[in-house]
């Protein structure tokens, strides 16, 4: 009973910026680790980034310098700014988080998805 909602995708640009957003809505404890995911057309899904509960960091090597994911705790937020973009990240963003719904319990959650396409 967790939902995630991605928005923010758009079109724009190459060199230009966008901010995508995740809200996670439900029952639940505490949010352990979230991250972003991307999928090209024809494509598998790629880790973007992650950010665990404590703050820690990571970055695919592709994305690195030019992304950056931090998270807003009180409203249970993700955040994936994007600077710098090129038509090679042009893909459907997916929101996951690691959710624990009760002290034994957890599980894994997907939100729908959210386009960005990035011109030349």
């Known amino acids: 009973q967790v939902q995630l909602v991605e928005s923010g995708g758009d079109l724009v640009q190459a060199g230009g910026s966008l901010r995508l957003s995740c809200a996670a809505s439900?029952?639940?404890?505490?949010?352990?680790?979230m991250a972003w995911y991307r999928q090209a057309p024809g494509k598998q899904r790629d880790l973007v980034a992650t950010v665990t509960s404590g703050g820690t960091t990571n970055y695919a090597d592709s994305v690195k310098g030019r992304f950056t994911i931090f998270r807003d705790s009180a409203k249970n937020t993700v955040y994936l700014q994007m600077n710098s973009l090129r038509p090679e990240d042009t893909a459907v963003y997916f929101c996951y988080a690691d959710i624990r719904r009760s002290i034994w319990s957890r599980d894994n959650y997907w939100g729908q998805g959210t386009q960005v396409t990035v011109s030349s």
């Open positions: 439900g029952s639940f404890l505490t949010i352990l680790a």
